[in-house]
């Protein structure tokens, strides 16, 4: 047991490096080694997300009725290494575009991949938050690590400590496979669209695509617009880690909320968090403000998930609850965040905070999207 609880939050640690390195800094990237201007970037970033989306949706349902989690386990790092080479003799902007294509087919797999780790390690008698958590610090490890390596050698060396990160997430795949994971999955598929007869389910989809699709500007451009409010690179890797840490510690309490609060209050107090938090990115272009709001990252994003992932789970069994998560993570966070990505790049060209201004308007359906759904589905029922 102790072998395999180590092999998983190794495991854990080296993907959310990864991720730590990928989501905040790859814009950065692209405009320093590549040359393209904000919106080409977001285009870009906008495209990987969207390809984000469909193998999430499509791919990685077929590949794993086929192959165990042991066997994808190792291929999908081996390949995304790989296909992140493509990045390096491209300059021209559909170049680039193809590479960033090719890579988001493969490597985001990866995430639902680790989520699937932590459930079929039941049978090997590990504790799955214990795991996990080491993927948090992961990724607030690679935000500090890449502000330390940017400070000293530019945003051109963001992509080599995206290597390191892949050749390091290898290594973990490699070093030891457990007996639960060399079987494959008898898990049926559930076909998608027998979840929309919830339509509990169908509006909590549109309020979680708004709400988190929203944060598609701070995840593409906060690391850049803390680089115009002339903040170091090393420092800023520092401020992009208060959300992290904000959302850490909501999730060590947020079991607390399980009976006491209603799911369309937790919705409401997220897309209100939100509308805060993107409206302070505008009024108040300044780093205090923005260290402020990295604390709402516990409300904004970690709420609005813990508040969908509960519905799920009242909403649906056991068999249903993966396609129903699939569904989440291709539309939610790969889909609207696509969507929002490009608008963010031409607001982020005319002026910086106006990528996030238009952000808080994007909840304003979330909205009524929240109060129709209290009015429809808990009117009369009580906490």
């Known amino acids: 047991m102790y072998r395999a609880q180590t092999w998983l939050s190794l495991n854990f640690f080296a993907f959310f490096f990864t991720w730590g390195v990928f989501l905040p800094y790859w814009t950065a990237w692209l405009i320093a080694d590549k040359g393209v201007t ?20 499509f791919i990685f349902p077929s590949l794993s009725a086929k ?21 390096i003799p491209f300059d021209s902007f559909y170049a680039i575009m193809t590479a960033m294509i090719l890579f988001s087919l493969v490597y985001p797999l990866m995430l639902p991949l680790t989520e699937s780790i ?25 935000l500090v690590v ?11 060396s963001i992509i080599y400590v995206m290597m390191l990160g892949s050749l390091f997430m290898i290594g973990a795949a490699f070093y030891y496979t457990p007996a639960s994971l060399k079987k494959r999955s008898k898990t049926h598929s559930v076909p998608f669209r027998s979840l929309f007869h919830s339509k509990r389910f169908v509006i909590a989809m549109v309020i979680s695509l708004l709400v988190q699709g929203a944060h598609a500007s701070y995840y593409s451009y906060g690391f850049i617009y803390l680089q115009d409010l002339g903040v170091s690179n090393t420092w800023g890797g520092v401020i992009l880690n208060v959300a992290v840490v904000s959302e850490i ?6 079991d607390r909320m399980q009976k006491q609060t209603r799911i369309s209050s937790m919705f409401l107090i997220s897309a209100v968090a939100s509308i805060v938090r993107w409206s302070l990115l505008f009024l108040f272009p300044n780093v205090a403000v923005y260290i402020a709001t990295q604390l709402l990252h516990s409300l904004t994003f970690a709420l609005a998930h813990f508040a969908f992932i509960r519905l799920l789970y009242e909403e649906f069994d056991s068999r249903e609850i993966p396609a129903a998560q699939g569904m989440y993570a291709s539309l939610s966070m790969g889909l609207s965040s696509s969507l929002l990505t490009v608008a963010g790049g031409y607001l982020y060209k005319e002026e910086p905070g106006l990528a996030f201004l238009g952000m808080a308007f994007v909840l304003v359906p979330a909205i009524g ?14 906490s």
């Open 38 to 57: 904000v919106e080409s970037a977001s285009t870009i970033i906008a495209a990987g997300l969207f390809i984000r989306s469909f193998s999430t949706f």
């Open 67 to 87: 192959f165990s989690i042991g066997t994808l386990i190792k291929a999908f790092p081996a390949v995304s290494t790989l296909l992140l080479f493509v990045f």
């Open 118 to 142: 932590g459930t079929m390690m039941q049978n090997e008698g590990v504790q799955y938050g214990k795991s996990r958590s080491w993927g948090s610090i992961g990724y607030a490890v690679a």
């Open 146 to 156: 890449v502000g330390g390596v940017t400070a000293s050698f530019g945003d051109t």
């Open 249 to 254: 510690l909501f999730f060590a309490v947020a």
């Open 369 to 382: 999207c929240i109060f129709y759904f209290k009015k429809k589905f808990e009117s009369s029922v009580h």
